[in-house]
């Protein structure tokens, strides 16, 4: 049996998914009992931040797929350890390899990790860079124009489709990949602009492209979200700390097919834009 948390997400979706298409046993950690589950996923209704009642969910669990960044994650961890979980996959991030604890992003996915290490099951880490679905932010913009405004327009990154990155978890839960890090990205390194052109050509639209300057890009951020937060994607992009453009190979080294383009994302999701 495999435990997915973050199972109704961009990623744990597309793990529960894989698994039950796969007739795998699974089961999806959510908060309400009415969450829609794909045929053949067992929902199990619990909350990472309250490991004392996640015992029914770890009943007859051998591998587990992780979100970081939880408040108690020694206390879920022990939880796993003592219910006989063998194998913990943790979704973290590009951030990790910062150590940077005076970061806010950096400091959770960090301290996830090092838990993780200190837990006691086998452990492999995801670090995906950025997620290609979150050019889904945009859609606001495009109910209402053809006018696409973005943040940190210079900045270029090899994002990931979120289908990929479930494609590698899916074969970590199922061992032979213990003690590994992985580096997940696409097969190449976009800017927003570019993004944006690919959408056009896909969806058959005239789209104008503005790259929002420093100052409005931190306004939109501070009114979004905790200043902590705000600071933290500062220090990666502006001040440059962290490396989203460089391509990694483990997509296609873990399994056996290349990563999906942005366009094949785009086009896969073409409905949800229009």
Do not use: C
Request: charged share 20%; no cysteine.
């Amino acid at each position: 049996m495999f435990l997915v948390t973050g199972a109704t997400g961009n990623v744990g979706a597309e793990v529960v998914s894989v698994l039950a298409a796969s007739g795998e046993p699974v089961r999806a950690l959510v908060r309400r009992p009415d969450a829609v589950l794909p045929d053949g996923a067992e929902a199990a209704v619990g909350d990472l931040n309250d490991p004392a009642g996640l015992g029914d969910a770890l009943k007859g669990v051998d591998g587990v797929f992780l979100m970081a960044g939880y408040n108690d994650m020694p206390g879920m961890l022990a939880k796993a350890r003592d219910a006989g979980v063998r194998r913990i996959v943790l979704l973290s991030g590009g951030s990790a390899a910062l150590e940077d604890l005076g970061n806010a992003v950096s400091r959770y996915m960090t301290l996830a990790e090092r838990a993780v290490r200190a837990s006691g099951p086998a452990w492999t880490f995801l670090r995906p860079r950025a997620f290609m679905s979150n050019a889904l932010r945009w859609l606001p913009q495009l109910r209402e124009g053809d006018t696409v405004r973005a943040q940190f327009p210079d900045v270029a990154a090899a994002s990931v489709d979120p289908a990929d990155i479930a494609a590698v978890a899916v074969r970590a839960l199922a061992g032979g990949h213990e003690g590994r890090v992985y580096d997940l990205t696409g097969p190449a390194a976009l800017r927003p602009a570019e993004q944006v052109a690919v959408l056009a050509e896909v969806l058959g639209r005239d789209l104008e492209f503005v790259g929002l300057t420093n100052d409005e890009t931190r306004a939109e951020l501070e009114a979004s979200m905790p200043v902590e937060y705000v600071d933290a994607f500062w220090n990666f992009y502006v001040e440059g700390t962290l490396d989203e453009a460089t391509v990694h190979p483990a997509v296609p080294e873990v399994t056996g097919r290349p990563a999906r383009t942005f366009a094949q994302w785009a086009a896969a999701h073409a409905d949800l834009f229009r």
